[in-house]
């Protein structure tokens, strides 16, 4: 049975359809944004506190606690305790009708009466209300309640995802418990293969970890490889921009290549294309203008002959996940390329329904997408925002993970339609925030500011209203990048002193 804690009051201007208020039962656990229920003629009204106030008759005049104060507490002359109490405001929800093991929503046409108990919410209907489901990702627990936030995979993923928060918030940590969720997953509730584009080299701790290694695969990015049949003009001039007039020729020319890498088992690299376009007959102003991006696609080092890292076809599996390590690359350019191809490779195979719907984790978006970037500076940007607009009718799900959201582009952001938000304070980065993500009140934004690490607001399609949720603990193992200060300071002093006494047994040892 569901706990009582209080009665309906009649107030000014409620109760209404939209609000009412309700005096506290003494001790009663009431909290702010807690989800409570009282009924109407119509059946169940359920709602949200959204204010909680407390009211004592003796404390009501300033001039007579000041008078009472200056000699002895009020307390000692009057029970002012017994005299305490606390009225909850609460915003009305919806009727929840139940019609067999589930509660629906409809519109309230009849505010609860005066006097009506008001009770803790039922966890059916409670979970029904903001759409959990049993086998959803259980990614925390509902602020205030004792219930598992399970969030339906598809309605999470399939138009696709935002995490934002500043740096330290525990957006990687929310999207690691996102990953052990998928990981555990039986194949019966349907399973994706999940790649990650690892900034950090956060993920590959997963690899070491006894129940998920098996299901890990790590590639560092500086064995990441591109065989060179599968470039073409197209890709080429989304990296390094290519002149218009240049694209042509060097199609050919690949396209030529290509055949005679087929007919004549011959194998080429990218000083082969080098040598071919300056011994074409292009004319000079185009070979010129086609050497600057082919200068830059050597120096990145990627393209091989034949070698292919990772085989995405053979290597993005149910169940399973593909992280995608670029801590060892420095070069930011190259790291853009990396993306930008991966990127389009699974939205080609997936288009082709040559690997399973993936859900496709890009961390640190806002390098990969950024807001103001012309495409041509940007390798990455238009396959990104490509796949936030036209990847959920080919399953594939995008997961972007920043920040900066004020730098994150915004067709990219839009199509975000779940945002998981954790600490901001930057009030830039809130604005940001309020305008991209639907739902979201300034009331909410604000609330924003205040989170603590590891607690969290989600919004939009994954959920039927938005809620509080505390993340859970990570089950699989974690590596930390970067030992505290304070430890590297004292290892630091300590190699430093041991090296001057070292030097100073040296010395004694030669005289
Ligand atoms: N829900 C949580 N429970 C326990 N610890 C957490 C939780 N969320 C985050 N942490 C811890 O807080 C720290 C920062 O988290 P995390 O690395 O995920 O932040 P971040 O938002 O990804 O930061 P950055 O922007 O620097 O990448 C980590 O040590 C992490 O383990
Ligand atoms: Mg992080």
Not at 102 to 122: C, M, N, W
Not at 329 to 352: E, G, P, Q, T, W
Not at 486 to 494: F, T
Request: aromatic share 6%; hydrophobic share 35%; net charge neutral.
């Amino acid at each position: 049975m569901q706990k009582p804690l209080g009665t309906v009051i009649s107030t000014d201007d409620s109760p209404t359809t939209l609000k009412y208020a309700f005096v506290l039962d003494e001790g009663s656990p009431v909290k702010k944004g807690q989800f409570i229920q009282t009924t109407s003629e119509e059946g169940i009204v359920f709602g949200y506190v959204s204010e909680i106030t407390r009211a004592n008759r003796y404390f009501e005049r300033a001039e007579s606690v000041a008078e009472y104060e200056r000699e002895n507490p009020i307390s000692t002359h009057f029970p002012i305790k017994s005299w305490e109490y606390a009225i909850a405001e609460v915003r009305v929800l919806g009727r929840m009708e139940k019609r067999g093991e589930h509660y629906f929503q409809s519109r309230v046409s009849l505010p609860p009466s005066p006097g009506t108990k008001v009770i803790e919410a039922d966890e059916t209907l409670l979970k029904d209300f903001v759409g959990f489901v049993p086998n959803g990702l259980m990614l925390g627990k509902l602020q205030n309640h004792e219930v598992e936030a399970k969030i339906d995979m598809t309605r999470l993923f399939q138009k696709h995802l935002a995490i934002l928060a500043m740096s330290g918030a525990g957006k990687s940590h929310l999207a690691s418990v996102m990953l052990e969720e998928l990981l555990d997953r039986p194949k019966e509730h349907g399973r994706v293969a999940t790649v990650i584009i690892d900034i950090h080299g956060e993920y590959s701790g997963f690899k070491q970890d006894p129940t998920y290694g098996r299901k890990i695969r790590v590639i560092n990015g500086k064995d990441i490889t591109i065989p060179f049949r599968r470039l073409n003009s197209r890709m080429l001039s989304s990296w390094f921009s290519v002149p218009p007039a240049g694209q042509n020729e060097l199609n050919k020319l690949l396209r030529e290549m290509r055949t005679q890498e087929k007919n004549e088992r011959q194998l080429f690299s990218v000083n082969d294309l080098i040598k071919r376009v300056e011994t074409s007959s292009i004319s000079k102003n185009i070979k010129d203008a086609l050497m600057r991006p082919l200068y830059e696609l050597r120096s990145i080092n990627l393209i091989t002959q034949s070698k292919e890292n990772p085989k995405l076809r053979q290597q993005v599996l149910p169940g399973e996940m593909l992280v995608l390590d670029l801590s060892d690359l420095d070069d930011m350019r190259k790291k853009k390329v990396i993306v930008s191809y991966i990127a389009d490779r699974l939205f080609r195979l997936r288009a082709k329904n040559e690997i399973p719907p993936t859900f496709f984790l890009v961390e640190e978006a806002h390098n990969f997408a950024p807001e103001k970037a012309k495409a041509a500076h940007n390798p990455s940007k238009s396959i990104i925002e490509k796949i936030a607009r036209e990847g959920r009718k080919f399953g594939l799900a995008l997961g972007v993970v920043s920040q900066r959201p004020v730098n994150l582009s915004t067709t990219t952001l839009s199509q975000c339609n779940t945002h998981i938000l954790l600490r901001v304070t930057n009030p830039n980065d809130l604005k940001h925030i309020e305008e991209s993500a639907e739902g979201i009140d300034s009331r909410m934004a604000r609330s924003i500011t205040s989170l603590k690490v590891g607690e969290g607001i989600i919004v939009g399609e994954a959920v039927r209203y938005p809620i509080f949720v505390e993340i859970r603990d990570r089950k699989s193992r974690k590596i930390e990048k970067g030992r505290p200060l304070h430890e590297q300071a004292i290892a630091y002093e300590s190699e430093a002193k041991k090296s001057d006494e070292e030097q100073d047994e040296e010395l004694e040892a030669f005289l």
